[in-house]
């Protein structure tokens, strides 16, 4: 029969097992500490940033304003029109070429409407001798009845009778004026001084009445037709300034409010906007233009807006502050231009906080900071003007 192991060398086993766990763990983090003492510290490499990358946050005068944008259009344009039917001709002017008022622009054939004016002139002619006849015939029957040879009844008849023929020679006469007048219509002439835009009739091409012949347009007054919301349409009043950019152009165009529809489009609801161009020297009708309307000013602690990141549940900026880089909350308001920049409104923010500009890119928050030279951190003059849309 096994003998059982003594309980006393049992609890022995125990107690050795335990001491040499003990000890090897004493031994691995002391030799833990040696490599570490002996490996070199690891440094976190500092940021270099350059005088550019940064800007103080500082009080602006910012332009509140509404984005618009529309198509150029001339003040002043007419359409000539074929006023009588018939075989167009004398057509010379294109587009491009300038034209005078009142000048002769092209003929619509006339020959129909001449015969139908020596028609009518003859009518006349006819009605004016029934006239005579009529004269005649009562100054007779007046002389006679004066005399007792016929009743008083005939002299009114023959009064009568007199008194149609004016009518209808007066009849005549109007219809002669009719005919002339379609006569004259065969002479189309341009009702304004401008621009031929477009040509849509050919010489030798019968039209009809109202055939659109020539698009005359007035280049000396542009103005651009804007289309806003309802609720932006509420801060729009008349001669409030913009500035446009018009395709195709470098240079910024001034415009004012000259009118504003007083209804809203059906539908949609939009209002439309009449900007006058102040400068339209090189323009054309038919440019697209964009810019902003300055509806108001606000004086208020900005920052560029290309320095508040939204990579974060709420928006924030990249402040410096003892060498290192923090990320600070702010609320932006109203935007606004100074020179080729948007800037934006903010809270949250003290003034004069070394802010990092956008196109650093996301910084580590904590992460040191070190400049290439002494940074240029003096706030620019207050008020550097901006105009600009608001969100």
């Known amino acids: ?184 219509d065969a002479v189309l002439r341009a009702p304004i001084t401008g621009v031929v835009a477009q040509r849509l009739a050919q010489p030798g091409e019968r039209v009809g009445v109202d055939t659109r012949v020539l698009e005359i347009v007035d280049l000396g007054r542009l103005e651009l037709e804007a289309t806003l919301s309802g609720a932006d349409s509420l801060e729009v009043r008349v001669g409030q300034q913009a500035t446009l950019q018009v395709e195709g152009s470098a240079r910024p165009i001034a415009a004012r409010v000259a009118r504003i529809n007083p209804s809203a489009q059906a539908g949609s609801r939009s209002v439309l906007a009449y900007l006058a161009l102040g400068d339209t020297g090189g323009l054309r009708q038919g440019l697209f233009a964009q810019g902003a309307l300055t509806t108001g000013s606000a004086s208020s602690l900005a920052v560029p807006l290309a320095a508040v990141r939204t990579d974060k549940p709420a928006p924030y900026v990249q402040l410096v502050e003892g060498g290192k880089v923090l990320h600070q909350a702010v609320t932006p308001g109203v935007r606004g231009e100074a020179g080729k920049e948007t800037w934006v409104a903010v809270s949250g923010l003290p003034p004069g906080a070394v802010v990092v500009r956008g196109h650093v890119g996301p910084l580590r928050e904590g992460t040191v900071v070190k400049f290439t030279g002494a940074p240029p951190l003096q706030p620019s003059p207050k008020g550097g003007g901006s105009k600009a849309p608001s969100p």
């Open 1 to 184: 029969m096994r003998r059982k192991m003594p309980l006393k060398w049992i609890v022995l086993a125990v107690v050795v097992a335990l001491a040499a766990a003990g000890l090897w763990r004493v031994l691995a983090a002391r030799q833990a500490q040696q490599a570490a003492a002996q490996s070199p510290a690891i440094v976190q490499p500092a940021v270099e940033l350059a005088q550019t990358d940064v800007v103080r946050a500082e009080v602006r005068e910012l332009q509140r304003g509404l984005p618009i944008s529309g198509t150029l259009k001339a003040v002043n344009f007419a359409l000539v029109k074929a006023r009588i039917a018939g075989e167009l001709r004398g057509l010379t002017v294109r587009e491009g070429d300038t034209v005078q008022a009142g000048q002769v622009v092209a003929r619509v054939d006339a020959t129909e409407g001449r015969a139908r004016l020596k028609q009518a002139q003859e009518q006349a002619d006819a009605a004016r001798a029934q006239i005579d006849i009529a004269q005649r015939q009562w100054s007779n029957n007046k002389a006679l009845v004066d005399q007792g040879f016929i009743s008083r009844s005939a002299v009114d008849t023959s009064l009568n009778n007199l008194a149609a023929a004016r009518s209808t020679h007066k009849a005549a006469l109007a219809a002669v004026d009719v005919a002339r007048q379609g006569v004259d």
